[in-house]
């Protein structure tokens, strides 16, 4: 059974840094490709940043240079360090896995998903 739990969310203020983790169970957790989104109330879920099984990373244009996102295989754990935080930043984050090589910043590819955890900004 796949699992995917993040942690690591709170309110901070506008400049501010928050890590989050997204812990992994039940499947081989290198052969996945994992991805960060987003979701603002009323708003459609956005994809945040991608890892490929290669280790290539993309984000969207407005977390670039201020997010970065990378693993600890030996902790079956990826995280989401988000530094500069904005307001606009504000949003239910959630951790995704997609049995694909590459799953990009789109819903698509994704199979199985987190529950989400909240990230306050203010300004």
């Known amino acids: 059974q796949v699992q995917l739990v993040e942690s690591g969310g709170g309110s901070v203020q506008a400049g501010g840094s928050l890590r989050l983790s997204c812990a992994v169970s039940g499947y081989t957790y290198s052969s996945y490709c994992m991805g960060w989104f987003r979701q603002a109330p009323g708003k459609e879920r956005e994809g945040v940043a991608a890892f490929d099984t290669d280790g290539t990373t993309t984000y969207t244009e407005s977390v670039t240079g201020r997010f970065t996102t990378s693993k600890d295989n030996a902790k079956n754990t990826l995280y989401l360090q988000m530094n500069s935080l904005k307001p606009e930043d504000t949003a239910m984050y959630y951790c995704?896995?997609?049995?694909?090589?590459?799953?990009?910043?789109?819903?698509?590819?994704?199979?199985?998903w987190g529950q989400g955890t909240q990230v306050t900004v203010s300004s």
């Open positions: 995704a896995a997609g049995d694909w090589e590459s799953c990009g910043l789109g819903t698509t590819r994704y199979n199985y």
